[in-house]
């Protein structure tokens, strides 16, 4: 059964650093794409990260370039997200998102998500 | 950007009846080369994280129920859910993966009437 526990949410001042991470079981975590995925508050999906397998390709969403850095350990089937100069508008719960595709010509089909892990920034 | 913006809001059905949600983009996600449209629905229960119910605009994920089915293409999209179960009761979100960044519309919620 394919298993992802999110962890490393909690409460944060605006200007403060958070590290998610994604601990992944089940399956070959090595053969797969990873995402992130947030929702603030009752409100909808907005996706912010991608990795590929290998770790040599990464996208971001506008709203965080520049402030969170994706990052996985395959050894550890572990994926990350450290996140700096966190705002309000961050506050969410963040969700681990496996991608259904294989290699690197589709992505973005999110077939197993984890439970998800709160961040509140708040002053 | 693509963006995704789902009809209606919210929709009240009963039991055993149909339920439809519509789904449009800003821009075609009909790749031509393909021919298959980048679109997925997935379905969120309260407290629950989003489950993938559908892809490639009318492929069923395994173990989806069969009364729910996808249709349409290029930038019209729909979701149906032929005989609404008190399961079915959910938030419904289209999510194209044409292009990066991946785009999901505001949510449909539906509840029983």
């Known amino acids: 059964e394919v298993q992802l526990v999110e962890s490393g949410g909690g409460l944060v001042q605006p200007g403060g650093s958070l590290r998610l991470s994604c601990a992944a079981s089940g399956f070959t975590f090595s053969n797969y794409n990873m995402n992130w995925v947030r929702q603030a508050p009752g409100k909808g999906l907005e996706w912010v990260s991608y990795i590929i397998s290998s770790s040599s390709i990464i996208y971001y969403a506008d709203s965080v370039k520049g402030r969170f850095t994706i990052s996985r350990d395959n050894a550890k089937n572990s994926l990350y997200l450290q996140m700096n100069s966190l705002r309000d508008d961050d506050t969410a719960v963040y969700y681990c998102?496996?991608?259904?595709?294989?290699?690197?010509?589709?992505?973005?089909?999110?077939?197993?998500w984890g439970q998800g892990t709160l961040v509140t920034v708040s002053s | 950007d693509i963006v995704m913006t789902q009809s209606p809001d919210s929709l009240a059905v009963s039991l055993g009846e149909r339920a439809t949600i519509n789904c449009k983009s800003s821009?075609?996600?009909?790749?031509?080369?393909?021919?298959?449209?980048?679109l997925a629905w997935y379905q969120q229960k309260s407290g629950q994280p989003p489950k993938l119910l559908i892809y490639?605009?009318?492929t069923r994920e395994s173990g989806v129920p069969d009364r729910f089915s996808g249709s349409g293409s290029g930038t019209d999209f729909t979701l149906t859910i032929s005989s609404l179960q008190a399961e079915d009761v959910a938030v419904y979100y289209c999510?194209?993966?044409?292009?990066?960044?991946?785009?999901f519309g505001q949510g449909t919620k539906v509840e029983i009437k």
């Open positions: 821009q075609s996600v009909l790749y031509s080369s393909t021919n298959k449209n980048y």
């Open positions: 998102a496996r991608d259904r595709w294989l290699g690197s010509a589709i992505k973005y089909s999110f077939d197993s």
């Open positions: 490639w605009a009318s």
């Open positions: 999510q194209q993966y044409y292009s990066t960044p991946p785009a």
